[in-house]
């Protein structure tokens, strides 16, 4: 399983499951500072950050955003945050 975080909030309602440092992690460039990223990494978890922002109510970027994702972790299942 892949966690996709697209905003800090979401990042912050899945923390608990992301410090277990069991699942990849990806993030949006306006998710988490350099020094939160750095810290996580720290804690030997797996997060990797965009370079761009992923506006979560574009449909094409979270799409693009996905494709790189499997691309990245192929046959897995990603837990992507969205709101209905």
Known sequence: MIIFAVTKNGFLELETVIKSGLYPVWVGANVLSEEELSNYREMDIDITNFS?????????ELDDALITVAEHHPGERVWLECKP
């Open 52 to 60: 761009y922002e992923i506006d979560p109510s574009n449909d094409e």
